[in-house]
């Protein structure tokens, strides 16, 4: 067989001979002729078997072949009478009269139909997720997702960030979730956790001198599942130093109304020049923290960012204690420095977030950069001394080696791409999401482990 072409490519080359690769989307038999509906990245295309034209093998593998056998033809790109134009099709003016096929693996009846996924229940569409990503819907929606990336990627490059890396098996830092633990083979007792969020390293970064980083980072949360909460999920996350808080919206302004204009171009935005609104303007007008500020809620196509800022830097923790609202690294508003002293629960937070359509989708502060200051919103949060330097005592001693300013802000990358493609959960938009009790059903994730591996691990299981 020669070299492959891909289905849109055929539309150029009437005439000429080409082989496909794919998968057979539809058959269709009228009579001795059957047409084939072939299908790969690129799109469909209309395959034409007629058993003269076709080699032997084809022949006798003509009667066989059925949806999503997975085939290479040989054959004549041929243009379509005016009266066979397919307008829907972007190879709808071409048709393949095949000459050779040749069986690359042929294929169970998948256990739903894949053109359209919307109606199936969702353990099958997660436990033959491989099968469910070949509908149209679930392409187009990855492909987006690629396309988000990519050019928050090209974005923040130009913008002179660096794209930094930052472990995965580390110590905890608290965002106010649960972290899942990983136990030390090695060093034995001593557990790693699995991170919420890069914070703390970026803000080390920051120290460092790297001045702008970015990255597209996964973070762990081990909570129970409410909503649309995954395990594991993306963050576009960044930090600056020298910054004001206007800095790095402004920057994130930019950024968001580009990409929608670059990569849904068929969406419109309510507002260019993004309101803002203060958190208890927000309480007040809205009832909420991320009002969605559409003009029409029921236009899929209208987007509509807003800010909202001066948080609370503390709530009541239910327990008699308080919490921080954002998380202990951010410093509080420049005019309420000093209710850290006097009513630390009045002061307000140099934090802020970008809401879009009702979701919050971007999150981020001005953080604290001096120790002594840092120590005492560890201190209010209620941790001990001890506490603290166990805990957070590399990140106090960095900040002695002369810490810049800085700040930053992370996005729900999931949320975003989830709300630009219309879909109602952010599982449309994950290759490989798990259900909202957090299983695997693919992998068959959690699963029991052998005794030697756990023994390895120095874990005994507990039974109940
Ligand atoms: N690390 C924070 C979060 O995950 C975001 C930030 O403050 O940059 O919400």
């Known amino acids: 067989m020669e070299t492959r072409s891909m289905h849109r490519d055929t539309v150029g080359r009437v005439g000429e001979q080409v082989t496909v690769k794919g998968w057979v989307n539809t058959r269709r038999d009228m009579g001795k002729l059957a047409f084939l509906d072939m299908r790969d990245r690129s799109g469909l295309l209309q395959v034409v078997l007629v058993p003269a034209e076709l080699s032997e093998r084809a022949n006798e593998l003509m009667p066989s072949i059925r949806s999503e056998y997975c085939l290479a033809i040989t054959g004549i790109v041929q243009a379509r009478g005016p009266k066979q134009v397919n307008p829907n099709l972007e ?12 069986l690359l693996n042929p294929a169970k009846t998948p ?15 997660l436990t033959y997720r491989y099968l469910d990503l070949r509908s149209p819907r679930m392409v187009k929606n990855l492909e987006l997702r690629g396309a988000v990336a990519g050019f928050m990627r090209d974005y923040l490059r130009k ?3 660096l794209e930094i890396e930052t472990p995965n098996l580390t110590k905890g830092t608290p965002e106010g979730s649960r972290e899942f633990l990983v136990p030390s083979r090695l060093h034995e007792g001593n557990f790693y956790v699995l991170p919420q969020s890069p914070q703390q390293f970026k803000q080390l970064l920051m120290v460092a001198g790297l001045e702008k980083y970015f990255q597209i980072a996964r973070c762990f949360r081990d909570e129970d599942q409410r909503g649309d909460r995954q395990p594991e999920f993306t963050q576009l996350d960044m930090e600056m130093s020298f910054v004001t808080r206007e800095d790095v919206m402004a920057l994130v302004e930019r950024l968001m109304v580009e990409l929608v204009k670059t990569v849904t171009p068929e969406k419109h935005l309510t507002f260019t020049q993004i309101p803002r609104i203060s958190y208890a303007d927000a309480m007040n007008q809205y009832g909420n ?8 809620k029921n236009d899929p196509s ?11 830097m503390f709530e009541n923790d239910g327990e008699g204690g308080i919490q921080a609202v954002h998380h202990p690294f951010t410093s509080p508003h420049p005019e309420d420095v000093a209710l850290l002293d006097t009513e630390p629960t009045k002061a307000r937070a140099n934090a802020y977030d970008l809401v879009m359509n009702g979701y919050e989708i971007w999150g981020g502060s001005i953080r604290i950069h001096a120790r002594d200051l840092q120590q005492k919103v560890f201190q209010l949060l209620g941790l001990k001394d001890e506490q603290i330097q166990a805990r957070f005592g590399h990140l106090l001693e960095a900040f002695e080696y002369g810490a810049p300013p800085h ?14 493609a219309n879909e109602p959960n952010i599982r449309e938009v994950i290759a490989f999401p ?5 299983r695997d059903l693919l992998m068959g994730a959690p699963s029991d482990i052998e005794q030697k591996r756990l023994d390895e691990a120095h874990i005994s299981i507990k039974k109940k």
């Not at 923290?289 to 029409?296: A, F, G, I, S, T």
């Not at 209208?302 to 609370?312: I, L, Q, R, S």
């Not at 798990?434 to 957090?438: F, H, I, L, V």
């Open 91 to 102: 190879t709808g003016t071409v048709e393949l009269l095949a000459k050779d096929i040749e």
């Open 434 to 438: 798990k259900t909202g009790d957090a």
């Open 407 to 420: 700040g930053g802000i992370a996005a729900g990358f999931d949320r975003i791409v989830m709300i630009l």
């Open 111 to 125: 256990p739903f139909e894949l053109a359209d996924t919307s109606g199936i229940n969702e353990e099958s569409r």
């Open 302 to 312: 209208e987007v509509a960012f807003c800010w909202v800022v001066d948080f609370p």
């Open 159 to 161: 913008e002179g960030f």
């Open 289 to 296: 923290d991320k009002p969605d500020m559409r003009k029409d």
